[in-house]
């Protein structure tokens, strides 16, 4: 069923979501694109494909992984996937988010998203190697359109150290399997390659077990 609107079939990526979280997630998009008129959230070449291009591809993430975790989001930019996990989370009424953002408009956004959806989540305005000295602990990390592999795994590094039942879930396009070969030069991981139900030749990578050679 097509994610045109959250509201339209109650279903994002044929899976049935509640009103409650459908509502969230209609006044975000609503949100989205007020703030998108003055601040660059996305490429402005998929924003006229908000749902499908952006919230539902995120939704993928929470839908792989729907138990309350605490999340770290990497480069949470307009609010994907972490904000749209943060407003799953919303109705488990457990469960948070930590957005890293250090482009402060960016940052302002994702606060009053947060602030007007109910979404479990706060905002981190730092750069991404100085955030774990702001978030000690955590079960996941999320990443989307940020960086290769290789260098994820070194971003998640000092959290894996800490836990190393910790897993990531990371949008990959169709570049993926060069990615993993070279990262597998500098770690060993156990991987999942879920299929996106939204992008053709894209992926979400679950990764755990994550050590360093």
Not at 59 to 78: H, K, N, T, Y
Not at 187 to 192: R, T
Request: net charge neutral; charged share 25%.
């Amino acid at each position: 069923m097509s994610a045109t609107t959250a509201s339209q079939g109650r279903a994002l990526n044929g899976k049935a979501v509640s009103r409650e979280t459908a509502d969230r997630l209609d006044h975000f998009a609503t949100l989205f694109r007020k703030w998108a008129k003055t601040i660059n959230l996305v490429a402005p070449s998929t924003f006229a494909d908000l749902w499908d291009r952006h919230i539902a591809d995120s939704a993928q993430i929470f839908q792989l992984a729907s138990e309350p975790r605490v999340w770290v989001d990497l480069g949470s930019g307009g609010g994907f996937p972490g904000i749209i996990t943060g407003i799953f989370l919303a109705e488990r009424r457990a469960g948070w988010v930590h957005l890293v953002e250090s482009n402060n408009k960016k940052a302002a956004f994702l606060r009053t998203a947060i602030a007007e959806t109910g979404a479990r989540a706060s905002v981190h305005p730092v750069r991404i190697e100085a955030a774990p000295g702001e978030i000690a602990q955590c079960d996941a990390i999320s990443a989307r359109a940020l960086a290769e592999l290789d260098m994820l795994l070194d971003y998640m590094s000092p959290w894996v150290q800490r836990n190393a039942e910790l897993k990531a879930y990371l949008h990959k396009g169709r570049d993926y399997r060069s990615e993993i070969e070279k990262s597998r030069r500098r770690w060993e991981f156990d991987l999942v390659i879920h299929e996106s139900t939204v992008e053709t030749d894209s992926v979400v990578l679950e990764i755990g077990g994550i050590r360093p050679l």
